[in-house]
T-cell receptor, first 114, second 114 residues
Framework: NAGVTQTPKFQVLKTGQSMTLQCAQD?????MYWYRQDPGMGLRLIYY???????DKGEVPNGYNVSRLNKREFSLRLESAAPSQTSVYFC?????????????FGSGTRLTVV | GQQLNQSPQSMFIQEGEDVSMNCTSS?????WLWYKQDPGEGPVLLIA?????ELTSNGRLTAQFGITRKDSFLNISASIPSDVGIYFC??????????????FGTGTLLAVQP
């Protein structure tokens, strides 16, 4: 019952460093998503992948890139980290990109950029 | 970006009390979902609503899809300490083609005193 697995759980970066957040799901879901959560702002969509081989920008894509490596894995890369990217990052997946399918979330990656 | 207005922002109640929270938008949604986030974890789906006017229950939780399709409500009856967490509403829209992007509310923090 792994569901959606995110690594690492915690990370501290210096400004300008790069890193990749990993996400994998074992539910054979077609669609995957990356969100960031900031106090008082709820969850905001960074990038999503409706199906294997496709990726699209969400609400706040600047400073990020993504790769849908295969059906299971969807990674988020910060090329040059900035303090404004300090946040909690959540990966999610859903069976379909059609309306009405709820998401399954991972437990998050807490990132601090100093 | 589009936002859902969720209220109240926080609630501090005694065990056994009933809780009500709501979510409003200036736009119409086709699906409303309610999630709960425990500390240090990702959001977990509680209830999904698919039709205007729909009333759905999940144990002590009851949610309604507003008739105007611009709002939704969540009620928790006879609260218990494990109800503590952040509750998020989320809405989905579709415009002709399929879309599953969720727009999240800013969350309601619920604290329950034994």
């Amino acid at each position: 019952n792994a569901g959606v697995t995110q690594t690492p759980k915690f990370q501290v970066l210096k400004t300008g460093q790069s890193m990749t957040l990993q996400c994998a799901q074992d539910m054979n879901h077609n669609s995957m998503y990356w969100y960031r959560q900031d106090p008082g702002m709820g969850l905001r969509l960074i990038y999503y992948s409706a199906s294997e081989g496709t990726t699209d920008k969400g609400e706040v894509p600047n400073g990020y890139n993504v790769s849908r490596l295969n059906k299971r894995e969807f990674s988020l890369r910060l090329e040059s980290a900035a303090p404004s990217q300090t946040s909690v990052y959540f990966c999610a997946s859903s069976l379909s990109f059609l309306p009405g399918y709820g998401y399954t979330f991972g437990s998050g990656t807490r990132l601090t950029v100093v | 970006g589009q936002q859902l207005n969720q209220s109240p922002q926080s609630m501090f109640i005694q065990e056994g009390e009933d809780v009500s929270m709501n979510c409003t938008s200036s736009s119409i949604f086709n699906t409303w979902l309610w999630y709960k986030q425990d500390p240090g974890e990702g959001p977990v789906l509680l209830i999904a609503l698919y039709k205007a006017g729909e009333l759905t229950s999940n144990g002590r939780l009851t949610a309604q899809f507003g008739i105007t399709r611009k709002d939704s409500f969540l009620n928790i009856s006879a609260s218990i300490p494990s109800d503590v967490g952040i509750y998020f509403c989320a809405g989905q829209q579709s415009y002709g083609g399929a879309t599953n992007k969720l727009i999240f509310g800013t969350g309601t923090l619920l604290a329950v005193q034994p």
